[in-house]
């Protein structure tokens, strides 16, 4: 005998809309069926709060040799020969290479007769003002001898016109003959006749004087002439020296030879030359170096010296950051790329830091400032990188907001614009909100 199939239960829902329908009940008899309101999301919410903090800035970081330069040579010519090489320590000083100029030494050899040639004309010269002088010497001699004479021959004189006026005195009282009147007057005359005699020979010897006199200046003027040509030829050596030393190229540093650019036989020639000149060598000071960093505008004022620096090299990944202090600042923006340029030295006496590395160095900044500051977490970001928050309004509805950030510490996001100071936003969640969305407010962090 076949067994009979359990009845079929119905559903309460559906028993009673069955019965609903059977026995004609009315909407007051029936069970409501009004749609639910939409489930509101709770959420926690976070506030935009004014903090003062310490600013940092993460920038590139380029590693410079404290000084660089590049050798070039002042002399034309060809390569004889160069003793230090790339990678080579050289001192201060230190002959790298040495250019042959065969023609500039014959100059020199030419230069050096010349002086030689001058000094034996110096030498003659002041022979000439000794026998100037001498010549002098012995005109005032005799000058001096002719105005003893005229001095004895003027008494002589005298006393022969004393003697002629006591003679003419005598005779015209009858004392003395003629004769004697006659023999006084031609003594007179006589010693009148020698006085003119001697004033002649004072003249000449004052005039041989003032002949010795020219003599002697013109004697020094010819030795002054002729110092001056010497001297004129020993400058002329040493400007020629001055060029013949550039033919030996100097290290003009303590540092690493970094590029060479020269061989033997080659040939150089002088920076100054019209068109470019490549150089020499390249010589590095890397004992100590500099690290460069461009900080861009919206922190340049407020890097200063002494400001902590922290920097990273992907050379050294692997160990821990060197910390350094800022050293100097430009003061000026470039106005090209809007950044300032910020330099810190520090020691490097085992080379590990090389010319050129790049890494990253983070300034941490000793001015305090008060930014707007949210949770990491409460920040978004679209698909093109915008950052956006949602900002929950005083009747619990969202609204999308974008914003722009400032300085991160992995913890916190300065907010520049966007939000106000107290504006509470949506701290961490997983959900997507839409503009007008209500949510439920469940606590206020702050």
């Not at 040493?238 to 290290?251: F, G, P, T």
């Not at 941490?364 to 309004?393: C, H, W």
């Amino acid at each position: 005998m076949p067994f009979a199939s359990p009845p079929r239960v119905l559903p309460p829902f559906v028993t009673l809309a069955v019965l609903c329908f059977v026995t004609g009940c009315t909407d007051s008899d029936s069970v409501a069926t009004k749609p639910q309101p939409p489930r509101v999301t709770p959420v926690k919410t976070v506030a935009v709060q004014p903090t003062e903090v310490t600013r940092r800035s993460v920038q590139p970081a380029t590693i410079h040799a404290y000084y660089r330069a590049e050798v070039r040579s002042q002399a034309t010519g060809y390569v004889e020969s160069f003793s230090a090489d790339i990678g080579e320590y050289v001192e201060s000083g230190t002959v790298l290479a040495k250019i042959a100029v065969p023609e500039k030494l014959q100059q020199r050899r030419i230069i050096d007769a010349k002086i030689r040639r001058l000094e034996s004309q110096e030498t003659q010269a002041a022979a000439g003002v000794q026998l100037a002088e001498a010549s002098e010497r012995s005109s005032r001699a005799k000058l001096a001898q002719a105005e003893s004479e005229r001095a004895a021959v003027e008494a002589s004189l005298a006393a022969a016109n004393a003697e002629f006026s006591r003679t003419e005195d005598l005779v015209n009282r009858g004392s003395l003959q003629n004769r004697m009147l006659d023999e006084a007057r031609m003594k007179r005359d006589s010693e009148s006749a020698r006085k003119q005699a001697v004033e002649s020979a004072v003249e000449s010897a004052r005039a041989d004087v003032e002949v010795a006199t020219a003599k002697i200046e013109s004697s020094r003027a010819d030795l002054e002439t002729a110092k001056a040509e010497t001297e004129i030829a020993r400058r002329e050596l040493d400007e020629l020296n001055v060029w013949i030393d550039y033919a030996e190229i100097k290290a003009p540093f303590a540092g690493i030879v970094t590029e060479r650019n020269i061989q033997p036989g080659d040939l150089v020639r002088a920076a100054n030359d019209v068109g470019p000149v490549k150089p020499l060598f390249v010589i590095s000071q890397i004992n100590r170096v500099r690290v460069q960093i461009p900080v861009p505008e919206k922190d340049a004022p407020l890097v200063t010296p002494g400001d902590e620096v922290s920097l990273t090299f992907p050379s050294f990944a692997s160990e821990a950051p060197l910390v350094a202090q800022v050293t100097r600042r430009s003061g000026s923006l470039d106005v090209n790329t809007r950044t300032m340029l910020v330099e810190v030295e520090m020691d490097n006496r085992d080379g590990k830091l090389l010319p050129g590395m790049f890494g990253q160095a983070t300034i941490n900044m000793d001015t305090k400032i008060a930014a707007n500051m949210l949770p990491s977490q409460a920040i978004r970001f679209d698909e093109s990188g915008n950052a956006f928050v949602y900002v929950v309004a005083d009747d619990d509805t969202i609204s999308i907001q974008e914003i722009s950030t400032g300085m991160d510490d992995g913890n916190f996001i300065e907010v520049l614009t966007g939000v106000e100071p107290g504006q509470a936003v949506v701290d961490a969640h997983l959900s997507r909100f839409i503009d007008g969305q209500k949510v439920a407010v469940l606590e206020a962090a702050h």
